[in-house]
């Protein structure tokens, strides 16, 4: 969220354009014929009235807890980073829910080609994560690795000193993190994904197996069949909860009021936006 929103009235801008900036992320991934355009353009317009009316107020809300929190003289404790992971990841449910129906019409159109095009995009970004995670100098690696994390940080809280950034280096470092085993998992996701394509397709399914199958789909993404990676994303989250709280509660009194300012400011744009609509 906080790489999304950096800069001032960068949300609302984005926020505006939301519909037309997935259409063409979407079609980026299946390049839709003119048919499945217009189809995907008007479901993608009434998603997002939905969206604005009826999860914006709640999000709102949510900043304004998030505020509270980091005015607080209290440390910020990992069980508490965790537990705010899991209430901004139960956000995703609606969302799933809201946007199945059109996204198994838009599946039961799909062509053989779009597929191919999908397969292809697929080898396209999986280029771009090896440039940006996993370069073959361990040191560029880690150095890079730190930027990320650096800059995320600094979209919340503002400029961070020296000393901060040794810290968060130290953090990364000791990171049970691994691009490998996220970019082999990542594979599988994909491959998974064109075979549950490939199979509803070719069995010419009815919408509501096509829903059912597209409901599976999207658990497995959500949490991996796959019991080693399970494990070591568990050991991730524990390990990234600690390092949220040690990093927040590094930061002097002048970070966390920039960074409540700027949840301050997100939560108001949300009601905003939401009243115009």
């Known amino acids: 969220?906080?790489?999304?929103?950096?800069?001032?009235?960068?949300?609302?801008?984005?926020?505006?354009?939301?519909?037309?900036?997935?259409?063409?992320?979407?079609d980026g991934y299946v390049d839709f014929d003119s048919t499945q355009?217009?189809?995907?353009?008007?479901?993608?317009?009434?998603?997002?009235?939905?969206?604005?009316?009826?999860?914006l107020p709640d999000y709102a809300q949510l900043l304004v807890r998030a505020q509270a929190q980091v005015l607080s003289p209290d440390p910020i404790t990992p069980a508490g980073v965790c537990r705010w992971y899991q209430d901004a990841f139960a956000r995703g449910a609606p969302l799933i829910e809201r946007g199945l129906p059109a996204a198994t019409e838009a599946?039961?159109?799909f062509t053989p080609e779009n597929l191919k095009h999908l397969q292809r995009k697929y080898e396209k970004v999986n280029a771009k994560f090896r440039d940006e995670y996993l370069q073959p100098d361990p040191e560029d690696r880690l150095e890079a690795a730190v930027d990320r994390v650096v800059d995320r940080t600094e979209s919340l809280y503002g400029r961070i000193d020296g000393p901060q950034?040794?810290?968060?280096?130290?953090?990364?470092?000791?990171?049970?993190?691994?691009?490998?085993?996220?970019?082999?998992?990542?594979?599988?996701?994909?491959?998974?994904?064109?075979a549950t394509l490939?199979?509803?397709?070719?069995?010419k399914a009815p919408p509501d197996q096509v829903q059912a199958g597209l409901r599976t789909l999207v658990a497995r993404l959500q949490q991996s069949p796959r019991e080693a990676y399970r494990e070591y994303d568990e050991r991730l989250k524990a390990y990234n909860c600690m390092v949220g709280a040690e990093v927040h509660n590094n930061m002097t009194r002048?970070?966390?009021q920039e960074a409540a300012k700027r949840l301050r400011g997100?939560?108001?744009?949300f009601r905003a936006m939401s009243a115009a609509r």
């Open 198 to 203: 490939r199979s509803l397709l070719a069995a």
């Open 266 to 269: 997100w939560a108001d744009d």
């Open 107 to 109: 599946v039961m159109q």
């Open 1 to 26: 969220m906080t790489t999304l929103l950096s800069g001032c009235g960068a949300l609302r801008l984005v926020y505006g354009q939301a519909p037309e900036l997935v259409y063409w992320w979407l």
């Open 37 to 55: 355009s217009e189809k995907v353009r008007d479901d993608l317009a009434r998603y997002a009235e939905w969206h604005r009316a009826t999860q």
């Open 165 to 194: 950034k040794e810290r968060i280096a130290k953090l990364v470092a000791a990171s049970p993190f691994d691009p490998e085993v996220w970019f082999a998992e990542r594979q599988q996701r994909q491959r998974d994904t064109l």
């Open 254 to 256: 002048e970070q966390r």
